[in-house]
């Protein structure tokens, strides 16, 4: 593996973009890297190795021959930023999540990529910690039975600001820094691993911030074409924590910290032995790497960065999660956000080739 990659956005999530790069080895670095923040720039220059720095991605596109390309930037520049990626020859990009501010953007982006025969990978790195392989295969086993129901939470308390404090990018409308796109997209994301249909109908609860505009709390369900029902929740008011509990006919699986895992993953497993009594099963997984520095959420980023690589070098044909399915969970949590301003339960109208194309990957067992 010998592959050159540029990054877009020098902020705090690039490091760990950059800290998998270097722990990874094997040839594969950020040869160039572009920030509107010239400072920034050269600091990622400086800290991974990179040949080159810009003040302007377009110029970095233009000039640097770059295997892949990795957006870190905000989710409101995404739709601009791929389009331009792709029209500047990019053929394969990894995208910091939420993919799009809404359903309709995501098909723009789909068309396009699709049409140029472009990559486009969203970046959910939790997906490659091993605990949630081995969450699939309990959820799986024959014991558990079927699916009825998932439940996804991801809080973190950010109070409404006084005026005192500079806001960050999570506050901002104009960055799409509001609740749904920097966390409501992960309860959303693993709701429908487990789902594993296309969404029909969402309803929702949000309060919007006064003093912003954002949508700071987020609280819907979501009703699946299988019957399966997925009940979602995220907010700035809340203390920060993350769960997800898969229900099944026979089997309860909850699993904590699923989107920052901190080092080993536990799941925790209940059986029913009969009415009111329950028996306990804890599932111990450990993490792909040893927790080397004050950033373990970063841990998953390192399996996430190898197994897009290996896509760029034709190694493997994908890194999920697919576009198609980026795209899928974008039209469901634009409708949440809709259910939760227009208070009322709203149907998730997804164009009728994205619909194909999501059940033509899920026959080839690729979804």
Known sequence: MDLRLGIV?????????????QRIGKGLRFSACAD??????????????SNSFFTDYKEMLK?????????ATWPAQHREQLETAIKSGARFILCEKALALTGEEAVEIYDLAKKAGVTIVEGFMYTHHPVIARLDELVKREVSGTVDSV??????????????QQLTWRQRKETGGSVPY?????????CARYAHALPVKVAATA??????????????????????????????????????????????YRLATPFTMPGDGTIVEIEALKFSHICEHVHTVKSPLPVQDD??????????LENFAKAVSGEAKNSRPLLVESVVNSFTLDGLVRAGLEERVVKIEIPEHIK????EAKEAGRV
């Not at 509107?36 to 190795?49: I, L, P």
């Not at 939470?153 to 005192?164: I, R």
């Not at 919007?208 to 074409?225: A, D, I």
């Open 295 to 304: 950033l373990p959420s970063f841990l998953a980023y390192g399996p996430q």
């Open 36 to 49: 509107v923040n010239e400072d920034a720039a050269r600091s990622f220059a400086t800290s991974y190795g």
């Open 207 to 252: 309060t919007v911030s006064e003093k912003l505009g954002t949508v700071t709390r987020l609280y819907g369900e979501v009703t699946y074409e299988n019957g399966r029902v997925a009940l979602i929740e995220s907010s700035n008011g809340a203390v920060f924590g993350q769960e997800v509990q898969v229900t099944c006919s026979n089997r309860i």
């Open 63 to 71: 000039k640097e021959q770059l295997d892949a390309v990795v957006f």
């Open 9 to 21: 956005g020098c902020g705090r999530i690039s490091h760990a973009h950059g800290i998998a790069a």
């Open 151 to 164: 439940r996804a939470s991801f809080h973190m308390y950010l109070p409404e600001p006084d005026g005192s």
């Open 356 to 359: 194909k194309d999501w059940r």
């Open 182 to 190: 920097d966390r409501t997209c992960y309860p959303v994301n693993i």
